[in-house]
Each structure stands twice: as structure tokens, then as C-alpha cells.
């Protein structure tokens, strides 16, 4: 059974940096795509970033291009979010998700598996 876990959530200050990282395993991730989603306090869940495990292509949220970086590493089956220059407004938990087939990357339905989740949380 396909399994993801999230880590490296925690406490920073705005500017800082942080990495999250995404264990995947129970499957063959080679024609898949991940995600990384996240939802702030009294709001929906949305989109972050996808990266397609074959190409590595990618796909960000306007509101952390530039910003966000995903990333992989096949031989660990992990992937990554590099966050820098964060803000206040990025707090929230961060889910990493799974999608067996290369569907719409920013659609959280196209997506089959989830984490539990990892808290950012931002001071000003």
C-alpha cells in the first residue's frame, strides 16, 4: 500500500528558510506525480507545488513562485520542499499528496494518496 509521510515542519520567523520533506514508499513512483498542498487556518486546502517523479517537471502557486522550490530524490523515493523568504501568510499545515497518473497537477482530486500533514507556523 502506497504511503507517504510528511516531516520537517516547525517554527520560524518570516524571512527564514525550511525544508519539508516527503517519504513515499509501498509503490513504483516512477509514473507518478507529487504534490504539496497546504491549508491555513479557516481556509480550504490548496495547491502549492507538483513535480512529475519521470521528468521532474514542475508547477508552483503564484503565490510562492520564486520563493518555493520542489524537488526529488529517486534513489530515497523523497521529495522535497524548499521554502525561503517565508512569510506570516504561509503558515499552515502542509500535506504532501501522490497521483498514480499524470492528471492535473493543481487539482486535489487527481490526487490518491495523503499524508497527514506537517505545521508550519510563521511569526511576524
Known amino acids: 500500500q502506497v504511503r507517504v509521510v510528511e516531516s520537517g515542519g516547525g517554527l520560524v520567523q518570516a524571512g527564514d528558510s525550511l525544508t519539508l520533506s516527503c517519504a513515499a514508499s509501498g509503490g513504483i513512483f516512477t509514473t507518478y506525480r507529487m504534490g504539496w498542498f497546504r491549508q491555513a487556518p479557516g481556509k480550504e486546502r490548496e495547491f502549492v507545488a507538483a513535480i512529475s517523479w519521470s521528468s521532474g517537471l514542475t508547477y508552483y502557486a503564484d503565490s510562492v513562485k520564486g520563493r518555493f522550490t520542489i524537488s526529488r530524490d529517486n534513489a530515497k523515493n523523497t521529495v522535497y520542499l524548499q521554502m525561503n523568504s517565508l512569510k506570516p501568510e504561509d503558515t499552515a499545515v502542509y500535506y504532501c499528496?501522490?497521483?498514480?497518473?499524470?492528471?492535473?497537477?493543481?487539482?486535489?482530486?487527481?490526487?490518491?494518496?495523503w499524508g497527514q500533514g506537517t505545521q508550519v507556523n510563521v511569526s511576524s
Open positions: 499528496a501522490a497521483q498514480p497518473s499524470l492528471k492535473t497537477p493543481t487539482l486535489q482530486s487527481a490526487y490518491r494518496y
